[in-house]
């Protein structure tokens, strides 16, 4: 509301403090009217001042209520006086005022304290630890005498905390000086508690050596306002000198360590407990040995002892920051001296880079949904991001470069930097990332002065820490676009930081050059530390992994611009896959093949989920990279939405129809045919590696069985026309006979691996009048020429025909007549052929001749009377016999996928049992999958739910594995890998963790031995 008065317009007292930035302005009138600042209420250097601060509303309220505590008004006037003529004090004091209630709070319990911001003598505008202790030491020991000394260690805390938070607002002090000071002053802090605690049992201080080591933030000097402390303790023995001998005395180490962990415990106790003054913050002793459960006090061997033997990667990650601060310094000194050198020396352990990448990863995934686009600290693109990057490169560089052992992250940065180990750009971002995203933290916990790293969500919170950050036209709008900004430049170089230099080690290198050094945008780095980083990755080869990145990103084409941009985060996801070496030699190999065309590279760069893809499978193992490099031209098939998806039974038939009709003869046709399969084959591969077949296990195992098996037979079905198609016209007139192909095992049960064979029994029938051995000749022939050319070696895999379950085996005719089956089944067949036929299916050739088939062999296996006990005990001993002899010298039965005790074999017999004394009168047992016989029996009540279960598991379990041997390996296995690397890729196949592959074998143990015990209990009725 504004009045007139003589033309001049005078706005009223509310409009004058909105225009100042006050949000409840009749609050402040009201306050600024009170007798204690009415003399003041319309001084506008004091409103411009309260303007200046963040909250104006805050600062009044916090100087009314200091006003007011002053003792006298005396007190009051020299407070009021001083702070209207004397700028540094208003600044200081409205500044603090307005940013921290919570340090207004204090000065209202302790108005004396206004002094401390009076005036700062040269050793005040940046003390140093002996400053923060003498004055601590002088306000416990001398200026309160009589109050507790827990209350007095507090209040003095709190006044120096006071001057630095009023050094941090007005600018005297920047972001690193302020984080700093947070940490002497916490020194200093822990330092007094022990000597309290020293003074209160001093029994324990004369037995004892102890030193306090400051660890993460406090450590590296980089302290937030409100954070947990983290140390760690060390101690020994002291020597006490008898007066009347002239030799010490040395104390007991159990009674020394006792003592120690006394003085300790105390110590912390005094920082973390909560008084009539409040708190300090809590004293975090979990980084020592062990953690929470070790002790919390070792001596200086213990230590060592620990680490040399014990100690996981991420521990001495944390050491890079350890620093002695309180307690006895020569001892801390020592201790430092001696888990310095195991520091840099962490990043020669194996898989150091991926636990590093892994514990941050756990982090993240750590962080409740709710939280993690408000988390500071630990989310993505958080501070954690630039501190991971920081350690991770200081722990690979600095065990031969020592410039880089700074502990103080923003230091290490620009160290880093100045080697050559990061851009001068990207350490620049990342540095002023890195300081805003600090300073935000600090401004959100100086206010209440509580522990927290999330961004509040309140307009009027937000409004405060904007302007306290300087940003005035719209401090909501302007602080949360900054804060996003400054996050996904964080993210971005967190994922590149690690990866980039590499690139810039090779770009336009010289290999005649004595240094070996390359630049590219301020970087360089050196052919020898570019291939210690890569072995710091994982690469076990890493001088030819140096190599490849060469023969990738050397030369000004636009072929080497874009590998150079496209190879940082490939590297990356190499790093994270079980055989880095192989995924960056298959890039290179793909590269070669492709490199000119200019689809490849701008599919790779403008889809990047197609590079990621391409990443992923080129690490993944040897099957699905060899797949891919015999064409590599499908690679286009990671650019489709719908690429990895296996293609319908339909559009497989059409398109080898038409391959093979396109073709001048059967070897021409059949390859077209093996050429279509390849690329299916690589589809499929690839979909299962990346996680594309289903949701669950046992989805996956089922669409991958169901995609090969489709593949495989669509293959045959072409294969066998152009085979036909080619005799016909050799003898110049049809066939004389009808054929079909019946698929055995694993094939009729569409449940093939990738290792699998092609199991399959041939049959024919004359036609009416042919002559009878004419036609056995030409089908014989026909399906001789069929295997031949599926088999004939090429650049395309091999489809290998398995006929071996024939009646009478390798000695009996490869193809019969239905009638010769009909006989042979009819006067000589055996149990276990009636079981091998559970699973025949006619898959190409005649239709109509195919179901004969399945009508002359279903009375076989779906005996109207099942099985009497004589097959019963015929099918247990050829049971037992092929445990006994068929299972490989030297196998592990736990472990053997196939015929190991509850492998697949055990589960299959216990199915085809079921199946043959019930299928009958059980329709649903008539299937040829195994699964759905399963169901099928836990549906008619033959088997309860978890014996099913059980089963169900043990078979998808050994039929993962054994496609993930074959993927990985890119041969066929029935059991785990002996070698390392492969053992950890199918660990990663099957969702374990780095690391975890003994886990993984546990587990199939566990889930093969249950399902042994429910087929005995089926088979052997036990």
Known sequence: METERGGARRSSPAGRLVRRGFTDPEAAA?????????????DSVLLDALAATADPDQALKGLAGLVEACADEAERHALLDTLTTAKPLRDRLLGVLGASAALGEHLSRHPHDWHELVTFELHDIHPGPEEFVRRLYRHIWEEQPGIPRADALRTGYRRLLLSIAARDLTGTADLGQTAAELADLAGATLQAALDIAAEEDPDAARACRLAVIA??????????????????????????????????????????????????????????????????????????????????????????????????????????????????????????QAVTPMVWQASQRENFVQDVQQMRRRVVEAIPASEVERELKLGPGGLRDVEFSVQLLQLVHGRTDDSLRSATTLTALADLSAGGYVGRAD????????????????????????????????????????????????????????????????????????????????????LEEVGLTARLDGTALSAEAAQARLAALGYRAPVDAFRHLQALANGVSRRAALQRTLLPVMLGWFAESADPDAGLLGFRKVSDSLGSTPWYLRLLRDEGAAAENLARILSSGRLAPDLLLRAPEAVALLGDTDGLDPRSPQMLDREVASAVGRADDAPAAVAAARSVRRRELFRTAAADVLGRLGDTPADAVEAAGLALTGLNRATLAGALAACVAAAEAAAGQPLPTRLSVIAMGRFGGHELGYGSDA????????????????????????????????????????????????????????????????????????????????????????????????????????????????????????KARVEAERLPRGAD????????????????????????????????????????????????ALLDADAAEALSAAWVQATRVRNAVMLVRGRAGDSFPAEPRELAGVARYLGYGEGHAGEMVDDYRRTARRAREVMEHIVYGE
């Open 30 to 42: 009201a306050r600024l009217a009170e007798p204690a600042l009415a003399a003041h209420a319309a």
């Open 427 to 510: 350490a620049a971002a990342l540095d002023s990332a890195y300081r805003f995203l600090r300073t935000l933290e600090h401004r959100i916990q100086l206010f209440q002065l509580r522990r927290t790293h999330l961004v509040p969500t309140a307009e009027q919170d937000l409004r405060r820490l904007g302007r306290s950050l300087g940003l005035r036209a719209d401090p909501v709008a302007e602080l949360l676009a900054e804060w996003k900004r400054h996050g996904r430049e964080v993210r971005r170089l967190h994922e590149k930081l690690f990866y980039r230099p590499l690139l810039d080690a090779v770009a336009h290198l010289d």
């Open 893 to 940: 039965p736990t472990t053997h996928t196939k015929l190991g005790r509850g492998g697949l074999a055990d589960v299959e017999w216990a199915v085809q049992l079921l199946q043959l004394q019930h299928g009958h009168g059980v329709p649903g047992l008539r299937t040829t999958r195994t699964l759905r016989a399963l169901g099928a029996a836990v549906d008619a």
């Open 759 to 878: 199991d399959v029994m041939f049959v024919h029938d004359p036609l009416p009048g042919a002559d009878e051995t004419k036609a056995s000749n030409a089908a014989r022939g026909v399906f001789e020429e069929l295997r031949r050319l599926l088999q004939l070696p090429s650049t395309e895999p091999p489809l290998l025909i398995d006929a071996d379950l024939r009646p009478e085996g390798r000695q009996g005719p490869l193809v019969r007549t239905i009638a010769s089956y009909a006989a042979y089944y009819r006067r000589w067949s055996h149990t276990w052929e009636s079981q091998a036929l559970l699973r025949a299916k006619p898959v190409a050739g005649d239709t109509a001749l195919g179901e004969e088939f399945v009508a002359l062999i279903d009375p076989l296996r779906y005996p109207a009377a099942g099985l009497n006990a004589a097959e019963l005990l015929d099918i247990r001993r050829i």
């Open 215 to 336: 660890m993460g933030k406090c450590g590296g000097r980089e302290l937030n306002y409100v954070s947990d402390v983290d140390v760690v303790f060390v101690a020994e023995p002291r020597q006490i000198v008898d007066g009347e001998s002239a030799d010490p005395e040395t104390v007991d180490p159990d009674t020394a360590l006792k003592a120690a962990t006394r003085l300790a415990s105390r110590m912390m106790r005094l920082c973390s407990d909560s008084t009539r003054e409040g708190t300090i913050w809590q004293v975090d002793a979990n980084l020592r040995p062990e953690g929470k459960n070790g002790p919390l006090v070792r001596t200086l061997a213990s230590h060592l002892a620990y680490y040399q033997r014990w100690a996981k990667t991420w521990e001495f990650q944390a050491l890079l920051k350890a620093r002695p601060v309180a307690g006895d310094a020569a001892l801390g000194h020592e201790y430092l």
